[in-house]
């Protein structure tokens, strides 16, 4: 996670901070892939992109100290950011979508501490069609 790292050099954070924060990012990570699935890379997307900018975001809110509401938030924009298509494999634009989440993770914990207004409950049945069709979405805590 280049943001992570980037964050913790920034405000020179002590090393149990930054592999607390890792941790966050990587539970994410994994809670949004069990509950994907592999459904979500059979229609087309990209988990790395799609997911990652939530997992990097969910770390970087937690290396900066963000509380419920304004990691909330991060999310929230994040998710409105997330994006990238499988299909791209084999092209140039492949590593820009990998590595672009990272910089518009940044931007989601920088507007969430500016208070920017965005969908605070990301992961609510009501908003993601996962757990319709996946109850283990709900199991891992995803959809609340």
Same mark, same amino acid.
């Given at each position: 996670?280049?943001? &992570? &790292?980037?964050?913790? @050099?920034?405000?020179?954070?002590?090393?149990?901070?930054?592999?607390?924060?890792?941790?966050?990012?990587?539970?994410?990570?994994?809670?949004?892939?069990?509950? &994907?699935?592999?459904?979500?890379?059979?229609?087309?997307?990209?988990?790395?992109?799609?997911?990652?900018?939530?997992?990097?975001?969910?770390?970087?809110? /937690?290396?900066?100290?963000?509380?419920?509401?304004? $990691?909330?938030?991060?999310?929230?924009?994040?998710?409105?950011?997330?994006?990238?298509? +499988?299909?791209?494999?084999?092209?140039?634009? +492949?590593? $820009?979508?990998?590595?672009?989440?990272?910089?518009?993770?940044?931007?989601?914990?920088?507007?969430?501490?500016? /208070? $920017?207004?965005?969908?605070? @409950?990301?992961?609510? +049945?009501?908003? &993601?069609?996962?757990?319709?069709?996946?109850?283990?979405?709900?199991?891992?805590?995803?959809? +609340?």
């Amino acid at each position: 996670m280049p943001a &992570l &790292l980037a964050l913790a @050099e920034e405000r020179n954070a002590p090393g149990a901070e930054v592999v607390s924060a890792y941790v966050v990012g990587v539970e994410v990570m994994c809670a949004l892939g069990r509950a &994907l699935n592999h459904t979500h890379y059979e229609r087309g997307w990209h988990p790395t992109a799609t997911l990652g900018i939530l997992a990097t975001t969910a770390a970087c809110a /937690r290396l900066s100290h963000l509380d419920h509401e304004q $990691t909330a938030r991060a999310l929230g924009i994040a998710a409105s950011f997330g994006s990238g298509l +499988k299909g791209s494999s084999g092209t140039s634009v +492949k590593s $820009t979508q990998v590595g672009r989440p990272e910089a518009m993770s940044a931007d989601a914990i920088a507007s969430s501490a500016a /208070r $920017t207004s965005a969908m605070s @409950e990301a992961f609510c +049945k009501r908003h &993601l069609s996962v757990g319709r069709n996946d109850p283990s979405a709900f199991r891992y805590g995803v959809v +609340k």
